[in-house]
């Protein structure tokens, strides 16, 4: 009895499907080890609550206390793609600013250095004080600076790798500084946008979450962790350190999804 030939798009759905499991297996599988060899270290080692709690004992925290932790990630998602949509349109304008202008480069390479070096420890408080106590204003701007660092940078490395060819091209066509750049030297640098924004999403988390421990009004992860901490519930408090860690990772495979969809919409 002949057996069915098998067609393209199921051949097609079976490398994707099995690309996928080579993909995600490897990491959720070390995952899973990893959570069992921390379980164990702390089991058999008797460690204490308040050093280092089980993995367990942090599940059954974020389990029970879930609606309070979601709460706390909206809250700072929130302040985090504010700062992260703030930041990287000002970076990447002023990067594309910066590529066709060699004097506003000049001018602004020490400024962004000296940015990328603000302790958000130090830059807090004093927002705090200058936009009031009550206003996620100082936590959006914090993050906002942490993102504008890496997109600027990464976006005018990108805008430099233009091709000399490419160039010449150009201006054999007599076309202006902004006909060359939106024709040549924008597709080019979107590789390195996004790079910049991958690690900027992460950062604009991290950054809104430090931000909340110095100040502000009550809520965010950050909040909640100083206040679980401080009551000596230990378990609760890295439940929370979980729901910042998953708002992290959401935030990343969202610019990764973004950067998937413009590349494959991108004419080839």
């Not at 421990?213 to 009550?218: D, E, M």
Request: charged share 10%.
């Amino acid at each position: 009895m002949s057996t069915p030939a098998s067609t393209p798009g199921s051949m097609r759905g079976g490398r994707g499907a099995a690309g996928l499991a080579r993909t995600v297996l490897p990491p959720v599988l070390l995952g899973v080890v990893a959570i069992l060899l921390w379980q164990g270290f702390v089991t058999v080692l008797a460690v204490k609550p308040f050093i280092l709690p089980g993995p367990f004992a942090i599940g059954e925290q974020f389990t029970a206390n879930l609606q309070n932790v979601v709460n706390g990630m909206v809250v700072t998602g929130r302040n985090a793609l504010i700062g992260l949509v703030l930041g990287a349109i000002v970076g990447v304008l002023l990067a594309i600013l910066s590529a066709l202008l060699r004097i506003l480069d000049e001018m602004a390479a020490p400024i962004v250095a000296a940015f990328a070096v603000v302790p958000i420890v130090a830059l807090a408080p004093v927002l705090y004080t200058m936009f009031g106590a009550n206003a996620e204003t100082a936590r959006q701007l914090v993050a906002a600076l942490a993102v504008f660092v890496p997109v600027y940078f990464n976006t005018l490395k990108g805008l430099r790798m233009v091709r000399p060819v490419h160039r010449d091209l150009m201006r054999s066509y007599a076309a202006s500084s902004w006909q060359a750049t939106k024709t040549v030297t924008l597709p080019t640098a979107v590789p390195f946008v996004f790079t910049g924004l991958r690690i900027a999403s992460s950062l604009a988390v991290i950054s809104a979450l430090i931000a909340e421990y110095f100040g502000g009004p009550v809520g965010g992860l950050g909040k909640s962790i100083t206040s679980a901490a401080s009551s000596s519930n230990y378990g609760l408090a890295w439940a929370y350190v979980l729901g910042s860690i998953i708002l992290g990772l959401l935030f990343y495979c969202a610019a990764l999804g973004l950067e998937k969809l413009v590349s494959r919409s991108a004419p080839a």
